[in-house]
């Protein structure tokens, strides 16, 4: 149970969160498809912030 609670989920879902809620929103105008580009790009600058933060705060917790 440790294990989990380190797990640092909430940049990912932050980062995913708006894609799919227009995605959601315009389900009949938009091919699902045209999400996955927008998704892998916010993941990959989610990642990168993060991974930038490690090496500032020298943390995960506090770079979340």
Known sequence: MNRL???ILHPFILAVYPI??????NIQEV???A???P???SLVGATLFL???RLVFRSW????
């Open 61 to 64: 917790a506090k770079a979340a």
């Open 20 to 25: 799919v809620a227009l995605l959601a929103r």
């Open 5 to 7: 609670r380190q797990i």
């Open 39 to 41: 998704l892998v790009v």
């Open 51 to 53: 991974t930038l933060g």
């Open 35 to 37: 999400a996955l580009r």
């Open 31 to 33: 091919y699902p498809g």
